[in-house]
């Protein structure tokens, strides 16, 4: 069974820092891998979808990677901002016909203080 | 452009009552769709997946239930609601396998 991890669990940082979220993952066949943040009471916004094919994918000062051999997932956030408070989610995905799961992490609660 | 509503925001209700959460997806059409729950300190949880209308499979025996009666419409039931059936619930919709996962705001449920 495929098992996702998201270390640490929480992160303060002073604002205008690059910061690493890590998410590890078990079993290294994956189809693809998501990034989300959650803010609190609110659903998931979808960050970086990044395929098994690809090794990474940018949004504005977000850069997710990607390396499946290693079973391992960063996001970095560049210059950070109070604004990027919130928990971010990892999902990995299975290739079809393997079931309809989303196997998330719980998740890295982030601080950015001003 | 796509977008996904979810409601209510919050509901308050007693022990026994029935359940009904609506989710709608608006731009697209034949999207996969999902509900999860979400508890406190707790990962995500698959409750149902539909790949099409009528089409409902379910990931965790409990007393709750979805139907899909319209393409772009997903529900959520239950005929007599637990103590335990508390959570954050959360529908989510995707294009296709590979396409990203979409999520509506949530309801909490409060079981009273």
């Known amino acids: 069974k495929q098992e996702v991890t998201q270390i640490p669990a929480a992160l303060s940082v002073p604002e205008g820092e690059n910061l690493v979220l890590n998410c590890s993952f078990t079993?290294?066949?994956?189809?693809?891998l998501q990034w989300f943040r959650q803010d609190p009471g609110k659903g998931l916004t979808s960050l970086l979808l990044?395929?098994?094919?690809?090794r990474e994918q940018t949004s504005g000062r977000l850069n997710a990677s990607l390396d499946k051999s290693s079973g391992r997932s960063t996001l970095y956030i560049a210059a950070s901002q109070p604004g990027d408070s919130a928990t971010y989610l990892c999902?990995?995905?299975?290739?079809?016909?393997?079931?309809?799961?989303?196997?998330f992490g719980t998740g890295t609660s982030l601080t950015v203080i001003p | 452009s796509q977008t996904i509503h979810q409601w209510p925001a919050t509901l308050v209700q007693p022990v026994g009552s029935p359940l009904s959460l609506e989710c709608t997806v608006e731009?697209?059409?034949?999207?996969?769709l999902y509900w999860y729950r979400q508890a406190a300190g707790r990962g995500l949880q698959l409750l149902f997946y539909?790949?099409?209308?009528?089409?409902i499979s379910s990931e965790v025996p409990q007393n709750l239930s979805a139907s899909r009666p319209q393409d772009r419409q997903f529900i959520l039931s239950s005929k007599k609601l637990l103590l335990s059936d508390s959570g954050f619930y959360l529908c989510?919709?995707?294009?296709?396998?590979?396409?990203?996962?979409?999520f509506g705001n949530g309801t909490r449920l409060t079981v009273t």
């Open positions: 989510a919709w995707q294009a296709s396998y590979n396409s990203p996962l979409h």
């Open positions: 539909s790949v099409g209308i009528g089409q």
């Open positions: 999902a990995v995905r299975l290739p079809p016909n393997t079931g309809n799961q989303f196997y």
């Open positions: 990044i395929q098994s094919s690809q």
């Open positions: 731009g697209t059409s034949n999207p996969n």
């Open positions: 079993d290294s066949a994956i189809y693809n």
